[in-house]
């Protein structure tokens, strides 16, 4: 696991925290904040998996 790929799982798991935590305080756009978030850090992790793929396909060929 590469640096970028556990930054996108901390900011993950922080969006997860923050959308839940709503449910607990009186702030209500930690909700959607939250929510924001975990989609940030799916992004980057969808992003780091084409990076690899890429990477690995093109190893491949040079390997040929």
């Known amino acids: 696991m590469n640096k970028q790929q556990v930054k996108s799982r901390h900011e993950h798991a922080k969006g997860k925290v923050k959308a839940n935590a709503d449910h607990f305080t009186s702030y209500n756009d930690l909700d959607a904040e939250g929510?924001?978030?975990?989609?940030?850090?799916k992004a980057q992790a969808s992003a780091d998996r084409k990076a690899k793929i890429k990477n690995d396909n093109r190893d491949k060929k040079n390997s040929y």
């Open 35 to 41: 929510k924001n978030q975990q989609n940030t850090g």
